[in-house]
């Protein structure tokens, strides 16, 4: 989940685990469509880039991310990826995804 202050996700199993509940989730909300969605892609490739790390990377067991400095953050990196660089929007719309992933990986599993 995210946080004020920091955003946090956490997800289920795979490699790493939060990458696979993302594209769980893009999966999910994009019907048979095989590419995850936009938002998804960018975040992943925010999380994923070394040369940021000190600013969103992963946790250390790669469960969840982390926005290790939210103005900084929303300053430099969201509008090189999105058309705004407001941090509250960017968690609003992860926790939309979160949200129905963690609905639908809850129906799935029982």
Avoid: C
Wanted: glycine content about 6%.
């Amino acid at each position: 989940m995210a946080e004020q202050g920091a955003g946090e996700a956490d997800a289920g199993g795979g490699e790493p685990p939060a990458a696979a509940v993302m594209t769980a989730a893009a999966e999910a909300l994009a019907g048979q469509r095989s590419l995850p969605t936009p938002f998804l892609t960018k975040t992943y490739q925010l999380v994923e880039d070394p040369a940021v790390d000190d600013v969103i990377s992963w946790n250390e067991d790669g469960s969840t991310f982390v926005v290790w400095r939210p103005a900084e953050f929303a300053r430099d990196l969201l509008p090189k990826y999105f058309k705004h660089n407001n941090f509250s929007s960017f968690v609003r719309q992860l926790n939309t995804y979160l949200s129905r992933t963690a609905s639908l990986l809850s129906v799935w599993m029982l």
